[in-house]
């Protein structure tokens, strides 16, 4: 498998630049497909995500875009172990385990154990997508906040629920409304639950897997901007995982684009946005409408043939290659384009990247 | 504009329900013009999905009923007909297209099976020539192999593919009139644009009518000559496309552009929000259904429902104060307090 | 703080008023009220489970004759076989016994080993079938496979030699006995239906919440998943509750539950059938304990009816 995976240089494994929160490097996740009913044996693998690396620093958000089945919530949870990586590193910078202030350890999640991870899990939090399925709809408001609480024995019950109104508050929402369920609330306040939940053990490390791409457009601002105000207020360092590319470029400060399991580029926002290189980041963004007629009456869009090849039997080379409309054969369809960096901060996938301006 | 296609008037949609009556289209009027494409904006609740059920009369009784309205296509009542003479327009005249392809289409059939179907129910053509009208209408929607793809079962199609085929059977039968209800919203952006382009190539071609109803205003702002916003079941704003974007009168208008993230600007400051969620339409309060959300709302809102105007040129608006609110700080700037 | 939305002035009033939300919390058992008190028949159904508990419970204290007397009148002569009247409202029995008595106690027995059976079932099928949906893999196919072992079980047949196996056991308990048997028989369908509700809980996005907040596999499953598959374990345990009272009088029908003098619905009327092809014309031997039956097995039906109505978090009034 070692051949089928990107590298980008990275430091030295266990020694990362001061500012810098976490590190990926060349995490790959199979999902084995089984069969039998006694014994099951793997006939095949949806290679979910096929060796990407990056790294985020603290207090930055960076932004995974890509389209379904890119790999980029897979990459997300096993960021957070939530799934079990295949193979890979995922370095994090955490607070030192004796609680002197200041003093940090790196600790390698795809690989800590139990009680490691534990104390990791009051670091990191998530942020789902659909806040209809992301609260138990049997549990009160207070007892879904205060449940990371519980789970560390953090405070009595009192403690809790002072704590929980306070989250309340924070997110926006009524801090009287703890006694009730999940069902009586709007989308918004719901995902506003969900945010919640995640500040209550104050992490340093956030994870937002689509917060917005389920709420009605309305309501979509009122959360990007609970989002941006939380990282002012605790100093958040988020991964903003989307499908969107107008919100990724509101809300992100560097952003990697994700095509069938592999980073096809990675920049800082402006970038990106202003000199993409990578053919399906064109494709991609000329796609997106813009909410202006005069815009897009003169736009020139990008028209991709075809649709996204199964995971389980990926293309060869590129993977890209077959609906590229730059691909030169055989080249990208034998050789796996690196991610090398074609101009300061600005990596790209590519064995012909060009700049082009599609927005 | 030439001549009006379809003209709705006074449309309410209401639904019995445990907790009451949902009153989810609560008198409506619009006109659809020929080849004219008509974008309905609106958040979820807004009633836009069942205007478009309410035209096809595919209302389902007893929950949900037509309580007043006329809706005159092409010179006739479609509330009017009988059954059967309605099922002769449906699929005919007017066609729709849904939002998940996967449950439009039956599990159990061809491809093939249900296009032929589809042709042989409408037009009177022996079953030969309706596979190769079957073929040639996929042909039309840039599948390939359309000859092969006859035998496929909805579920061996992508989304998109799914999708094409369901704007194959609604265009096969030459409608005035096609619905597309969210018809790109289950699809990726890449797909979407796809879908989105074919649609525009088709519909000009045969200069057929669209009543294109999505949540998202960039996707009208390209293909829409007039947009219709709607708010909790009725009427906030009409007018051309160009107008609506660059001078809207209503606050709900406004607030939505101005919420939007774009692909092509970067917005340093915090994104106007509207606060809030859409109001429940079991006994809404009365006035103006936005009030509760609205900045500018002032006593009147409250108490007295703000009628459609007509600000000329088609442009029309549901709010007491229009046109003199200074919208400019919503659609763009930061909220101020 | 930064604004939050906060419209000026009147603050979390108007900011609720703009959420649409109501005034006064609805819980969950308030809503879950609302929808059974509106499902009549299971109300009615409720309302006359709730009798034929009270009496089989309070039997003891109610004026009634012992059931297993041989009851005599003023001149020393037992009274079997007295259709209805006045002094027995249900008649006696060929033994002279009370049947009214008989049919309040025999209810104690019936109801005894069906809730046992309700209990059983729903212990060891949740306990089975979360396990089993929870953790998956080899665990997964070991238990179903065993699971599938049960309900390939031919039911009768194995309950009758079962029964009279464990009859010479629990001699004198035959009541637990039965409970015991048809716990074990009738477990199978409820372990499959809570695992595959697990399997589909377990991928929610709130247990994954749990997940990322650290709790353990034992909080998962007890505290976040469980709960959320209440419903269809209360209405399969009901269900199993009608069924258990059902083949316990098909097991003492055929002579292999409950002892006689004992009273049990199932056996007074097998009696009673015996008695009535026997020419004997005492047809309130078979009625009364056969009305008894059906309408306790009608009645816990319906209620698993109206709670599964009640219970559905689909038809929770749900906010979109």
């Known amino acids: ?359 | 504009m030439s001549e009006p296609l379809l003209q709705v008037s006074n449309l309410r949609t209401f639904f019995t329900t445990e907790e009451g009556i949902v009153r989810a289209v609560d008198g409506l009027s619009f006109t659809i013009h020929k080849g004219e494409k008509f974008g309905v904006v609106g958040e979820s609740g807004s009633g836009k999905s069942v205007t478009a059920l309410s035209i096809m009369r595919l209302i389902e009784a007893p929950a949900g009923e037509i309580v007043t309205g006329e809706i005159h296509f092409k010179g006739q009542d479609l509330l009017r007909l009988g059954d059967e003479e309605m099922r002769k327009i449906r699929g005919a005249q007017i066609a729709m297209i849904f939002q998940d392809p996967m449950t439009a289409l039956n599990p159990v059939y061809t491809i093939g099976n249900q296009l032929v179907e589809t042709i042989m129910l409408h037009q009177e053509v022996r079953k030969s020539q309706a596979v190769d009208i079957g073929i040639q209408a996929l042909d039309d929607v840039h599948i390939p192999n359309p000859k092969v793809r006859m035998d496929d079962y909805p579920h061996q199609l992508s989304g998109g593919m799914r999708q094409r085929v369901m704007i194959a059977m609604g265009l096969s039968c030459n409608p005035d009139l096609l619905i597309a209800d969210e018809p790109t919203t289950a699809l990726d952006v890449t797909t979407q644009a796809q879908i989105l382009h074919l649609m525009l190539e088709l519909t000009e071609e045969r200069d057929t009518a669209v009543m294109l109803i999505t949540h998202d205003l960039g996707v009208v702002a390209g293909f829409c000559d007039n947009i219709q916003v709607m708010y909790a079941g009725r009427l906030a704003e009409r007018g051309t496309t160009d107008f609506i974007f660059d001078n809207t009168f209503h606050p709900y208008t406004a607030g939505l552009l101005g919420s939007m993230t774009r692909l092509d600007e970067v917005r340093e400051e915090r994104l106007y929000s509207i606060r809030g969620a859409p109001p429940s339409l079991i006994n809404p309060s009365n006035g103006c259904r936005f009030t509760p959300r609205c900045d500018f709302a002032q006593d009147i809102c409250g108490s007295k429902t703000p009628l459609p105007r007509e600000f000329g040129d088609g442009h029309w608006a549901a709010c007491h104060f229009a046109p003199d609110l200074d919208l400019s700080r919503v659609k763009r700037a930061e909220r101020v307090g | 703080m930064t604004d939050r939305n906060l419209p000026p002035g009147d603050g979390y009033a108007a900011l609720d008023e703009a959420e649409g939300l109501t005034v006064e919390p609805v819980t969950q058992w308030q809503l879950f009220r609302s929808r059974f008190v509106r499902h009549r028949l299971a109300m009615m159904a409720a309302v006359v489970l709730g009798i034929i508990l009270a009496l089989a419970l309070f039997a003891d204290f109610l004026p009634l004759e012992n059931p297993t007397d041989q009851l005599e009148d003023d001149n020393g002569r037992i009274v079997n076989l007295l259709s209805p009247r006045a002094e027995y409202w249900f008649g006696t029995d060929e033994l002279g016994q009370d049947v009214l008595s008989r049919v309040i106690y025999g209810g104690r027995t019936s109801l005894t080993v069906a809730v046992l059976t309700g209990l059983m079932v729903a212990t060891f099928g949740t306990l089975v079938g979360s396990i089993a949906g929870y953790y998956g893999g080899w665990i997964d196919t070991l238990l179903m496979r065993f699971t599938d072992l049960i309900l390939s079980l031919p039911l009768l047949p194995v309950a009758i030699v079962a029964a009279a196996w464990l009859r010479e056991a629990f001699r004198g308990r035959e009541a637990l006995s039965l409970a015991i048997l048809l716990g074990t028989l009738l477990w199978g369908t409820l372990a499959r239906i809570v695992r595959a509700e697990f399997l589909s809980l377990r991928e929610k996005e709130f247990v994954e919440a749990a997940r990322a907040a650290g709790a353990r596999d034992r909080r998962i499953i007890f505290r976040h998943i469980l709960p959320n598959a209440l419903s269809p374990i209360i209405v399969n345990a009901t269900l199993v509750i009608g069924l258990a009272i059902i083949l316990e009088a098909a097991l003492s029908f055929l002579g292999f539950g409950v002892r006689p003098p004992e009273p049990a619905w199932g056996a007074m009327a097998a009696n009673g059938g015996r008695l009535a092809v026997g020419g004997s014309g005492a047809w309130w031997l078979v009625l009364f304990p056969s009305v008894a039956l059906i309408v306790t097995v009608l009645s816990v039906n319906f209620l698993g009816d109206g709670l599964r109505d009640a219970l559905d978090p689909t038809q929770t009034i749900e906010r979109r």
């Open chain 1, 1 to 359: 498998m070692t051949q089928d995976t990107q590298t980008q240089d990275t430091d030295n494994p266990i020694q990362m630049p001061p500012e810098r929160l976490l590190q990926v490097e060349n995490l790959v996740k199979h999902f084995p497909i089984t069969q039998g009913i006694f014994f099951r044996k793997q006939i095949a693998a949806v290679q979910a995500v096929s060796g990407i690396s990056f790294h985020i620093d603290r207090g930055e958000t960076f932004g995974i875009v890509g389209e379904s089945g890119c790999g980029k919530s897979t990459t997300a949870r096993c960021v957070l172990r939530l799934l079990e990586p295949t193979s890979g590193k995922v370095l994090y910078r955490a607070e030192s385990s004796d609680g002197s202030s200041g003093s940090h350890e790196i600790i390698d999640i795809a690989s800590a154990n139990k009680a490691e991870l534990r104390r990791l899990r009051r670091e990191m939090q998530i942020v789902f997508q659909d806040p209809y399925a992301s609260l138990n709809p049997r549990m009160t408001v207070a007892s879904i906040i205060a449940e990371p609480l519980v789970v560390h024995g953090i405070g009595d019950t009192a403690d809790r629920i002072e704590r929980v109104k306070e989250l309340l508050k924070v997110v926006g929402l009524n801090p009287e409304h703890t006694n009730r369920y999940p069902h009586e609330f709007s989308g918004g306040q719901r995902q506003r639950i969900g945010v919640a939940r995640a500040l209550a053990l104050n992490p340093a490390f956030m994870v937002l897997d689509e917060p917005v791409s389920a709420l009605d457009v309305s309501i979509q601002a009122q959360v990007l901007n609970l989002m941006g105000d939380l990282q002012d207020e605790f100093g958040l360092t988020y991964l903003f995982i989307a499908h969107d590319l107008s919100v990724v470029r509101h809300v992100c400060d560097r952003v990697g684009v994700m095509y069938l399991g592999r980073m096809a580029e990675v920049a800082d926002r402006d970038t990106l946005y202003e000199r993409p290189m990578h053919p399906y980041t064109h494709a991609l963004m000329s796609a997106v409408p813009i909410p202006d007629p005069t815009i897009e009456r003169n736009r020139r869009r990008i028209i991709l043939e075809g649709d996204i090849p199964s995971p389980i039997n990926p293309p060869t080379g590129c993977r890209f290659n077959t609906r590229c409309p730059r691909a030169e054969f055989p080249r990208c369809s034998e050789e796996i384009p690196a991610l090398k960096e074609v101009e300061p901060d600005h990596w790209v996938a590519c064995h012909f990247p060009e700049v082009k301006q599609v927005v």
